[in-house]
């Protein structure tokens, strides 16, 4: 089982839209390449705790919807589009 990773306090601080907000420039920046190998590394690290962080608060989200719903997430009764 993989290890929790810490999420330092500023990243806690942060909505889930500006921390999907900064994940999605740290990508940005580490596909181009054009980042230092050191700097790539403390960048890398902060995406690491940002997905986390984001993880969370999805996770959190959907287990909201589940208790609301009463049902795991699904609707009673419904069947699928393709049902003849």
Not at 3 to 31: M, N
Not at 72 to 79: N, V, W
């Amino acid at each position: 089982m993989a290890d929790k990773i810490e999420i330092s306090e500023d990243i806690l601080k942060l909505s889930f839209e500006e921390a999907l907000s900064e994940l999605e420039t740290i990508v940005d920046r580490l596909e181009t390449g054009d980042v230092a190998l050191e700097e790539s590394i403390e960048i890398y690290k902060r995406g690491s705790q940002l997905r986390a962080y984001c993880d969370e608060k999805l996770k959190s989200a959907q287990a909201k919807i589940e208790k609301i719903t009463g049902n795991g997430g699904t609707a009673s009764g419904t069947e699928p589009l393709d049902a003849d």
